[in-house]
């Protein structure tokens, strides 16, 4: 082998390399926004979640002011809710 040819090898092999290690970082960076978009989506429903909540409490504290007793509160929640 001449110093030629062992000079692309050694060329060949870095860009082998190069190849290998752009392929670990862009799937890298694909698993790090599958991450944050998991983690927004979350957050969302977190969000959402608490919004239903304060909604439901308040309807709650509107029908006790209204005379309704917290068993017929809860029946309504539940009835709402399709609970038994």
Excluded: I, S, Y
């Excluded at 092999?13 to 970082?25: I, M, P, R, S, T």
């Amino acid at each position: 082998m001449t110093g030629l040819h062992a000079l692309a090898a050694m060329g060949f092999l870095c860009l082998l390399a190069a190849v290998v290690v752009w392929a670990a970082v862009r799937a890298a960076g694909r698993a790090a926004a599958a991450e944050a978009k998991a983690r927004a989506e979350q957050a969302e429903a977190t969000v959402e979640a608490l919004h239903r909540a304060n909604e439901g409490r308040n309807e709650a504290v509107a029908d006790l002011r209204k005379g309704k007793t917290p068993a017929q509160v809860k029946a309504g929640n539940d009835a709402k809710w399709g609970k038994r």
